[in-house]
Each structure stands twice: as C-alpha cells, then as structure tokens.
C-alpha cells in the first residue's frame, strides 16, 4: 500500500520512504485520483524516486496509468552525472506522439461526405499491426530519415518547409545515430514509413468548438468552425525493437533494480547509456518523419473531395522520449542536486542541464523558451491533449509555472482507465457502434477490436484531465475540438 497525502487541491505527495530519494507527486483530482489507485501506477511513481540521480520529486499528470518501469504520464529529471537513463522511462513505442493540422475547411463542408471521407481517408493511410504503406526503403534510405527526421522527407518532396518549423525539434532530434540501430530494427521499419499502426493510435477529423483564449488561438491560426487534423502515431515497430535491444543491453551490462525489473537503466554518461540516447533520437526522428509522410498522404487524399483544400502544421509534439533541457534547479547545502517544486523562492535555483524522461507525457514550455518556435515563442508552445475517439480534444499552451512544477511537462491525452482486456468484459462490438452513432462520431476502425478497446468507455473524462491541467497551470485552456471523422487501426 502506498501513502499518498493530499497538500493541495489538485496536488498528492507520496513521502520519502523505503529507499525513495525524493518524493513522489502527482497532479490530480479526487475523482481522477480513485481510478489511478486501482492499478500500480501509484507503485511505480514511488520506485522511479529511488533512482540515482533524481531531481525534485518523481512526478505523474493528470492521466496517468500504468506503463511499463515509468507509469504513462510519468516524468522525471536526473543529474547528468548522477543519473540514469532508463528505456522503462521513455517507452517502447519512441516519440508516440500528436500533430494537429489546421485546414481551410468549414463544418458545413463535410456535411453528408462524413462516411465516404472517413473510408477513403482509412484507405489511404495504412493502419494495424504490422502493416506496411506504399513507401519502402532501402538500407542507405532508413538511415537517412533516421538522421533527418521529417525535415528528410520533406526535402524528398513529402511536405514543405513551413512544416518542420512547427515540429519539436524542428522535426529532427540532434544526436542521433542509425549505426546504433539494429539491423532487426530498421527491417521492421523500412516497409513502415506513412503508417498508423494499431493501438490507440489514430487519425481524427474535428471541428473547433469553442474557444477559451482568442488571442492565442489567433497565434495558432485557430477559429470556431475551423476544420482540423489530428495525427496520433510513433516509431512503429522500428521504435519498439530499439527498446526491447536496449533493455536487454542494459539488463545484461548493469543487471535491473530489485525493487523493479522493468526500470532497468544505465548511467547517463556510460558507453551504453550514450548509446541509448543516440538510437531513441533515430527512433524519435523515424516517428517524425512518419507523420510527415501521413500529412502528405492526407493533404494528398482530401485534395480529391475538395481541390482547393490546404492544411498546415499547428505544432507537432513529442511523448516518450528523453531530452537534455536547461532547467532551474536548487543545491542543497549538502551538495545534491534538487529542487523544492512549488516553492515562493524557486527563482533564486540555478539554470542548469538536466535529462527529462516524459513517458506519455507532452512538452509544456511557456513564453520566452527558445526551443519553442519563433511563431509561439512570445505565448508559449501548443499543447495537444486528445481525448477518446468519441470525447472532445484540446488545444492548451505551456505555461511557466509548468517550467517550475512539472519541468515544463503535461498531460498527453485521456489516460486509460481499463485495459484493454477489461473493456472486451464489458462491452461488445455493437455496443461500441452504437455509443459512437449516439455520439455523431463516424467511425472507420481496422477490426472490432480496436473499436471496443479505443472506446470512450476505457478512457479517463478528458473534461477533468483539462480541468485539473489548467487549474494547476501546467497547460492553459485554448480551444476545445469536437470528433467528427475517426480512423483507428
């Protein structure tokens, strides 16, 4: 049983105990905090504290779950020197993640087109386990979009350059190195390129429905009405192999933790470590890249229904990964690094590098980062919170106070609240039809199962996932999006 103490409204501790180095924290409602109890994530908040070389606390946001080593909305930063790097704590599918597309299209234009667009749109982009697309690579050719990320498939004629200025990153971590990626790896990747793969990933159809911040709505380009694009994938199975390759390495060189096995690690500024942070940036890069070549597929597609359709790249934000960042942190008298989250004084801590390990968590920056993108930088980065494929989906900005509380992190999504084995017990296939048509959602999913699983009754309310997330300011409400068109693998 793990203590957990309230301190503040949205705030829960978990105190330093049993080996934890620092304590645990999380972000949640008393409604959202009943559900989270019910799983180990609670559990794997309080073993990733007792890592070396934490900082802070061990946090978790608003739709946290369990994961694998790291709960999903896990996030945690380590000393360079002191730290660790763990697989467990960025994920096996590297760079999951969301891009929003803006579009030139009206509610009222997909009125009556709303199940052809949905099948065509299916039929373009494949989706399910495993499924390969039309694109496939060569050996010289998987190496280069590992080394250039989106901004590789752009140059080969899948985008243009306004797009990769609104990716994190730029559409391309820095670091990466393809030669450090299995030859298994990439062959799982090479026919993978343009796909959705299965899982919760998706591509939704939305109109913005209402707005909560105008002007920085305005600075998105977003408006009432306004037809968008939402983009849900990662790295495929290239990403996963990257993952299961590492935790292996790690597990053979340096063995796992007692306390849990899957937050197997090595030190940051070990041969293996740096070698890690290399293939995750490839796999990162892989993931970028394949949602550019999507975006095309999609641009591409709707351009048939409507000839003068355009859609432009929002922001494109990163989940599981691991990131060197500068962040203000606190020296203790006694010489270890850390920081008081919260504290009146915070501002007096030192700027300094630090790894930040998000696992299905999102960047949250505020106002004045330079990483953030000339065009955002004087608001803050976008922060892309979708909800279930029958729930509404968020447009929120980073928020400095999220710099100081959570690393600038946020929520990523929903959040499960039943696996996906529980939600075939308690729903069948044409119930989850029926929900969606309740809902005035069309759907067009691989199988039956991905219909039951994604339903909107396995997820978390989004409605209080954005309620606690503002509440707290680790990302500020800007624009609320209805489903209209899901694809689903």
Not at 457 to 483: C, F, H, I, M, T
Request: overall charge negative; some cysteine; proline content about 3%.
């Amino acid at each position: 049983m793990v203590e957990l103490k309230k301190v503040g409204e949205f705030e829960w501790e978990i105190p330093v105990e049993d080996g934890m180095n620092v304590p645990g924290k999380i972000f949640a409602s008393e409604e959202l905090i009943k559900d989270i109890k019910e799983d180990r994530s609670l559990e794997q908040v309080k073993n990733v504290a007792k890592l070396p070389g934490i900082l802070g606390a061990s946090l978790a946001m608003p739709d946290m779950h369990q994961g694998y080593g790291f709960p999903i909305g896990g996030v945690a930063a380590f000393d360079i020197k002191k730290g660790v790097i763990s697989p467990g704590g960025v994920g096996y599918d590297i760079n999951c993640s969301v891009r929003l597309l803006k579009t030139n299209l009206r509610e009222e234009d997909l009125k009556g087109k709303e199940k052809e667009l949905a099948h065509s749109l299916f039929r373009s982009i494949p989706s399910g386990v495993g499924r390969g697309g039309e694109l496939k690579l060569d050996a010289k050719e998987i190496d280069e979009v590992l080394k250039g990320g989106a901004q590789c498939v752009i140059k080969k004629g899948y985008g243009f350059e306004e797009d990769w200025k609104h990716i994190e990153d730029f559409g391309k971590l820095e670091g990466a190195d393809p030669s450090l990626v299995s030859q298994r790896a990439k062959g799982r990747g090479m026919n993978q390129l343009g796909t959705l793969g299965a899982g919760n990933h998706f591509l939704d159809v939305l109109v913005v429905d209402e707005i909560f911040d105008k002007e920085i709505a305005g600075v998105f380009g977003l408006e009432e009405g306004q037809v968008v694009i939402m983009i849900h994938c990662g790295s495929r199975g290239l990403g996963h192999q990257v993952a299961s390759d590492y935790i292996k390495l790690m597990d053979e060189e340096y063995g796992h933790p007692e306390f849990d096995r899957e937050l197997v690690n090595a030190p940051i500024e070990s041969e293996l470590g740096k070698k890690y942070l290399a293939a995750m940036a490839a796999a990162a890069n892989f993931a970028f890249a394949n949602k550019q070549v999507i975006t095309h597929f999609v641009r591409k597609n709707l351009k048939h229904y409507f000839p003068d359709f355009k859609a432009d790249v929002v922001y494109d934000i990163c989940h599981n990964i691991a990131k060197f960042e500068k962040h203000r942190v606190e020296t203790r008298e006694s010489g270890v690094v850390s920081r008081e989250l919260g504290r009146e004084d915070r501002a007096q801590g030192e700027m300094r590098e630090v790894l930040v390990m998000r696992k299905g968590a999102t960047r949250a920056f505020g106002p004045g980062r330079e990483e953030v993108c000339e065009d955002y930088r004087d608001v803050g980065q976008p922060v892309l919170l979708p909800g279930s494929m029958g729930t509404s989906s968020y447009v929120l900005v980073g928020t400095n106070d999220a710099e100081m509380k959570s690393w600038g992190s946020a929520a990523h999504g929903a959040g499960r609240v039943r696996s996906r084995s529980e939600a075939h017990k308690k729903m069948n296939f044409e119930e989850a039809v029926k929900d969606m048509e309740k809902r005035g959602v069309f759907v067009e999913a691989g199988g039956r199962k991905g219909l039951v699983e994604e339903s909107p009754y396995s997820y978390k309310d989004v409605e209080e996932v954005v309620r606690v997330s503002d509440a707290v300011g680790l990302g500020r409400r800007v624009a609320k999006l209805r489903p209209v068109l899901v694809v689903i693998g």
